[in-house]
């Protein structure tokens, strides 16, 4: 299977150097804006010797599209992938709190008769949730925990210092749509708990700056006709970027391996 990765830094990087010898995927294209292009040759030239790096999905000859890039990426390469046929895994769910990004993508999907998965990243559970929601759920609780320097960069810098941070600080807390459309790079889960169950506006999210752990947190609570449950997740971050979890690139990797596995679970 030829394969596009859009998007080389923590997840793109980590991911080529997991399936470097997965023998039935190809990495055919790395696709970065022109300011990358030159840092993620360097990688390719690594661990996907084979890839040409462009600034768009090739036209012709790949099979699959593989996004960890961040929110643009889903307008700018996503939709006119599958608008052509070919099917693409996303890592960054939160771009879908965009009005009307959902209903693109189902459009375009449909036009090329073909699927987007949004990959589970860094959460577990999505099984059960979107499962539960079959019969109905009453509440959905997101409390997503990093340290504070996963923070910086965001809207959680205003009126504080990270930096100087003593105890665990709520720094937001509303619905998984305002949170996803606030840190894009650190809420994607909290529109993947949303869009597996209650839904972008009935989702209820609190994100926390916690100076006392080292690793990202992330819990859910749910409740509805299935029962309840109630799931912890402590997520190593990745050295080359902390607002991201490993889970994520294995997450990523899953979702490709399980496009060529005979048996896929
Ligand atoms: N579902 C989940 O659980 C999670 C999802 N994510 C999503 O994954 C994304 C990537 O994470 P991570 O690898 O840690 O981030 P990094 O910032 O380390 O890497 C992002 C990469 O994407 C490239 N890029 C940025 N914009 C575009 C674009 N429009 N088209 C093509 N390439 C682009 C960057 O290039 P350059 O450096 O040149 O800008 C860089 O190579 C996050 O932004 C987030 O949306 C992250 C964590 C968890
Ligand atoms: O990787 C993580 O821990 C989660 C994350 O950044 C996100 O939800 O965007």
């Not at 030239?45 to 889903?74: N, Y």
Request: hydrophobic share 50%; charged share 20%; proline share 5%.
């Amino acid at each position: 299977m030829q394969i596009a990765l859009i998007g080389c830094g923590a997840i793109g990087t980590a991911l080529l150097e997991l399936v470097k010898d997965d023998v039935g995927l190809q990495i055919a294209a790395v696709v970065v804006p022109a300011e990358g292009a030159e840092a993620a040759r360097a990688v390719a030239q690594r661990l996907a010797p084979g890839a040409q790096v462009v600034q768009a999905v090739p036209a012709d000859g790949i099979d699959l599209v593989v996004e960890a890039a961040g929110h643009a990426a889903i307008e700018q390469h996503v939709l006119p992938a599958l608008r052509r046929g070919v099917p693409c895994i996303v890592a960054s769910v939160g771009a879908l709190s965009a009005a009307g990004l959902p209903e693109q993508l189902e459009a375009a999907a449909r036009e090329g008769r073909t699927q987007v998965q949004l990959i589970a990243g860094a959460i577990g559970g999505i099984d059960a949730l979107a499962a539960a929601r079959i019969g109905g759920l009453s509440t959905v609780r997101y409390t997503g925990r990093k340290p504070p320097h996963a923070w910086k960069g965001t809207p959680a810098e205003q009126g504080r210092d990270l930096d100087a941070l003593a105890n665990e600080t709520v720094i937001f807390e509303g619905t998984a749509r305002e949170a996803a459309a606030q840190f894009p790079k650190n809420a994607n889960v909290a529109a993947t708990v949303s869009l597996a169950g209650l839904g972008l506006d009935r989702t209820t999210v609190r994100l926390i700056a916690d100076p006392a752990v080292r690793e990202n947190l992330h819990q859910v609570e749910a409740a509805g006709a299935f029962g309840s449950f109630e799931l912890t997740m402590r997520n190593q971050p990745l050295a080359a970027n902390p607002k991201t979890s490993a889970l994520t690139v294995f997450s990523a990797v899953r979702a490709l391996r399980g496009k060529v596995a005979p048996l896929v679970i």
